[in-house]
């Protein structure tokens, strides 16, 4: 069986089109608005134990400990708390005394994280203030330090004067 449209048919089918095609928007299927998301920032000082480590929650649903003894050692400093900024998943470290901001990095599928200094100073600092800065297009971490320009960590990890 061949079927060959005929010019009524193909007319029909022109004029279908154009009618949808006409369509004012707002008969068309529409997406439903977008929720605003933002979680990208948990900033908290957190206790340092005297095996090293500091409680990130001890309250359902979140659990976890994280050991910053290493990180204190090549500080060369003992502190009683550290301030903890969480961003898309990593975790940022600063306390009075350190030299470096120090990012932890979790590694996927196993009970430990990477870690890496970003110098600041040469000399102790204190008085720093981890903080969320940016658009969603850029977010960065932004420390602040008294009698101090700001510095900013861009989502690649690396240190600016400002947040690109």
Known sequence: MNWTPSAENIRCA?????????????CARKQPPGLRLEENLMRVSLAV???GTVSLSDDPPRFGRLDVGPILA????????????ERA???YLWADGFRNVWEVTPRPGS???????LP??????????LA??????SICVRLDAPDHEPWFISP???LHARCP
């Open 156 to 158: 690649e990890g690396k």
């Open 132 to 137: 969320h800065f940016g658009t969603a297009e």
């Open 49 to 51: 134990a005297r095996d």
């Open 111 to 117: 009970s430990e994280a990477g870690y890496r200094a």
């Open 120 to 129: 600041l100073s040469a000399r102790p600092l204190s008085g720093v203030r």
């Open 89 to 91: 998943g990593q975790y």
């Open 14 to 26: 022109a004029l279908l089109m154009l009618l949808i095609l006409a369509l004012p928007p707002g």
């Open 74 to 85: 090549e500080e060369g400093v003992v502190v009683s708390a550290v301030q903890v900024l």
